[in-house]
């Protein structure tokens, strides 16, 4: 069995960076897609990047296109997200999901089998 565990997050000020982390462990080659998904109190957990098994393909939503970047070193068992530019709108619990079916990662969160616990980021202004 394979659990997730993110890290990073924390309380910035606006215009801040921040770099996520999230380490697979147990039985895992890490072939996983996988992808970064945020949640705000009262509201559907959205999409926010994605990136293929082997790292060579990874799309963004627009709202963090150009700031956010998501990476993975699979020696490491670990899928990066690392955050510039903070925005007040960024503050959500960060989630990494692990999709094991598909080569590449998906945009719905209901295609990822297994989670992490989340993280919460706050971005004050």
């Known amino acids: 069995q394979v659990q997730l565990v993110e890290s990073g997050g924390g309380l910035v000020q606006a215009g801040d960076s921040l770099r996520l982390s999230c380490v697979a462990s147990g039985r895992t080659g890490f072939r996983y897609a996988m992808g970064w998904f945020r949640q705000t109190p009262g509201k559907e957990r959205e999409f926010v990047a994605r990136?293929?098994?082997?790292?060579?393909?990874?799309d963004y939503a627009d709202s963090v296109k150009g700031r956010f970047t998501i990476s993975r070193d699979n020696a490491k068992n670990t899928v990066y997200l690392q955050m510039n530019s903070l925005k007040v709108e960024d503050t959500a619990v960060y989630y990494c999901g692990g999709d094991s079916v598909r080569w590449a990662a998906s945009k719905i969160q209901y295609d990822y089998e297994i989670w992490g616990q989340g993280t919460q980021v706050t971005v004050s202004s």
């Open positions: 990136i293929n098994w082997s790292g060579q393909s990874a």
